[in-house]
């Protein structure tokens, strides 16, 4: 089972700042990896897919990189919105077989 | 407009059976390249994938959750159904239902998300 690392656990990042998010993959994922976005008592929302595709409606200051090993969600300039908890999430064969990782808490200094 | 939405029980015992029904619309169970999963969220931890059917009855099980967890779909009601056997209260959790769909990756490679959510179901397991 591919497991993902998320880091750091918690980012404090003042409004109109960049916060870098990284996930990290126990083994290559090629580009099948998401970022999801969860605010207190709401669902997740899709941010980032393949990698680097933004979803529809994601502002442009949401942005991700990477393939293989190793994945980046940039935040050009944090919003009070942003504020939240982020999550990657990867998966591999078909049908898939999918793993979250732990979570990156991104709060306001 | 896609929605999902999950009903089932609030509470229940150990050792009993979940049974969970997502309730989609805005698209069919029969969509190529798309599903629908169940994760669920334990209070203030992080997400746990556990299950999904695909249009073509393909299903995918989380390995550690196999033995206790059936998927299935009923697309004429445009529901998706899931059962977790002998529940303990470590399953106490958050239940959602979400839509997987497919996606190209700039590498012109087939990757699958859940770009849709049901605003999930508390299920407290005790006695």
């Known amino acids: 089972e591919i497991v993902l690392t998320q880091s750091p656990a918690t980012l404090s990042v003042s409004p109109g700042e960049r916060a870098t998010l990284s996930c990290r993959a126990s083994?290559?994922?090629?580009?099948?990896l998401a970022w999801y976005q969860q605010k207190p008592g709401q669902a997740p929302r899709l941010l980032i897919y393949?990698?680097?595709t933004r979803a529809t409606g994601i502002p442009a200051r949401f942005s991700g990189s990477g393939s293989g090993t190793e994945f980046t969600l940039t935040i050009s300039s944090l919003q009070s919105e942003d504020f939240a908890v982020y999550y990657c999430?990867?998966?591999?064969?078909?049908?898939?077989?999918?793993?979250f990782g732990g979570g990156t808490k991104v709060e306001i200094k | 407009q896609v929605t999902l939405k999950e009903s089932g029980p609030v509470l229940v015992k150990p050792t009993e059976t979940l049974t969970l029904t997502c309730t989609v619309s805005?698209?069919?169970?029969?969509?190529?390249?798309?599903?629908v999963s169940w994760i669920r969220q334990p209070p203030g931890k992080p997400l746990e994938w556990l299950a999904h059917?695909?249009?073509?009855?393909?299903?995918s099980y989380s390995p550690s959750l196999r033995s206790s967890l059936t998927i299935s779909k009923d697309t004429s009601k445009s529901q998706v159904v899931l059962t977790m056997t002998n529940m303990d209260p470590v399953d106490t959790a958050t239940y959602y239902c979400?839509?997987?769909?497919?996606?190209?990756?700039?590498?012109?490679?087939?990757?699958?998300?859940?770009?849709?959510w049901g605003q999930g179901a508390l299920v407290t397991v005790s006695s």
């Open positions: 979400a839509r997987i769909t497919a996606g190209i990756t700039i590498f012109s490679v087939v990757t699958y998300f859940f770009d849709s």
């Open positions: 805005g698209f069919s169970l029969t969509n190529a390249r798309m599903g």
């Open positions: 059917i695909f249009s073509g009855d393909e299903k």
């Open positions: 083994q290559s994922i090629s580009s099948n």
């Open positions: 393949g990698a680097s």
């Open positions: 999430q990867q998966h591999n064969n078909w049908p898939p077989v999918l793993t």
